[in-house]
């Protein structure tokens, strides 16, 4: 490690150190080791690594770090020595390796784990890394690839709201996964989905992100879905059966026949209705407000899990509500103040006509702002 690298190192654990010791972020940082070393001062307290490409061959050292409850290591390909000792981790809950191929099953199938992200790895042996992690509450394996063993050992996670299998080529029978009744965010980006029945077991399901699937020719599965807050469906050129609901090629008339869809993106328009891109961060990731947003609903882990549904997704009317509500809030108010500096000069120049549009204008607005103030006391838009 050059001194320049040292010298950066020193400066992140001394950070943690002032922030209380409980997490160490290196990531980006040029590291081929994981400096365990130096990090020995954070051995009591430290329980968040994250250390995401940053070019790591090694992280010998990681089990005289017992307590750690997450780990992320992801974008590290070259990574090999030290990856057994992550068996030994028995307190961790969270754990990210996506893209790095030297992680054996072994080392990590014993873990009680609820988050585990290993998304763009060449050959995942998903089956027999995910069997018995029957905690797990968020699975990212996007960018693989899946069997039919690795559908059944899923099958099996009945505790899961989150699963990702986006851009995984060749998606096997999913019908086993009617299981998973927990869901409550299913992605499925650009694979060969044909339908979703196989969520029709999942009632509590809040978004599913299905764009790009050539193959998609029905979304019955979530008709049921009383709770749906959003779906991307964008881009699915052979989606024609609606069920009863609708029929057509017209995915708007779904939205508008369906008061439980608060959100439907298709192609970026829905009808008439209003469509209102959420913020998001810099590197693509969705805020957690943002999340709470469109959903009203986030998890509880300390990590955030600002990433859960991706840089593309539609608010709620609900949330389009609250912010057409706070605008006039403060609109309103502000316009009748208006009318009244209106009304003083069309009075002091003797212009009746402009007197009695200003009047009639301030009558309308206080019936608005009475009326808004009315459906605020009856808790609409919150």
Not at 154 to 174: F, G, H, R, V, W
Not at 239 to 249: D, E, F, M, Q, Y
């Amino acid at each position: 490690m050059n001194a320049e690298l040292t010298e950066q190192v020193a400066s992140r654990i001394a950070e943690a150190v002032r922030t209380g010791g409980a997490v160490l972020r290196l990531t980006g940082l040029g590291l081929d080791t994981l400096p365990t070393g130096a990090m020995q001062k954070l051995r009591p307290t430290l329980r968040r690594i994250s250390a995401r490409r940053c070019m790591l061959h090694s992280i010998v050292g990681i089990d005289k770090f017992p307590k750690l409850v997450e780990l992320k290591i992801s974008q590290n390909p070259q990574l090999t020595e030290g990856l057994s000792e992550l068996a030994s981790l028995r307190s961790l809950d969270i754990l990210d390796i996506s893209g790095c191929d030297g992680v054996v099953e072994e080392s990590i199938n014993v873990l009680s784990l609820s988050y585990l992200a290993m998304s763009k790895r060449s050959r995942p042996n998903i089956a027999r890394t995910v069997a018995g992690m029957r905690s797990l509450r968020f699975l990212d394996l996007s960018n693989g690839s899946l069997d039919d063993e690795a559908v059944q050992a899923i099958a099996k996670l009945t505790n899961l709201e989150y699963l990702d299998l986006s851009y995984c080529s060749q998606l096997p029978d999913m019908a086993p996964l009617r299981n998973l009744t927990k869901l409550r965010v299913f992605k499925a980006t650009e694979t060969n989905l044909s339908n979703l029945d196989f969520l029709s077991g999942a009632d509590q399901i809040m978004f599913v992100g299905v764009s790009k699937c050539s193959s998609l020719r029905s979304i019955d599965g979530i008709r049921h879905a009383s709770q749906l807050a959003g779906i991307d469906a964008g881009d699915t050129p052979a989606l024609r059966s609606l069920g009863p609901v609708a029929k057509g090629n017209r995915l708007e008339e779904f939205a508008k026949a369906s008061p439980e869809f608060l959100g439907l993106q298709v192609n970026d328009k829905v009808g008439d209705r209003m469509i209102a891109r959420i913020a998001s961060q810099g590197d693509g990731q969705v805020t957690e407000e943002a999340l709470k947003a469109m959903t009203g609903w986030s998890y509880s882990w300390q990590h955030g899990w600002r990433d859960l549904l991706g840089a593309s997704f539609v608010a709620t009317q609900e949330n389009q509500r609250l912010m057409l509500s706070a605008a006039a809030a403060v609109a309103i108010p502000a316009l009748i103040g208006g009318m009244g500096f209106v009304m003083k000069a069309a009075w002091d120049s003797n212009n009746t006509w402009l007197f009695g549009i200003a009047v009639f204008a301030s009558i309308l607005l206080l019936l608005a702002n009475w009326w808004r103030e009315v459906l605020s006391k009856a808790g609409v838009g919150k």
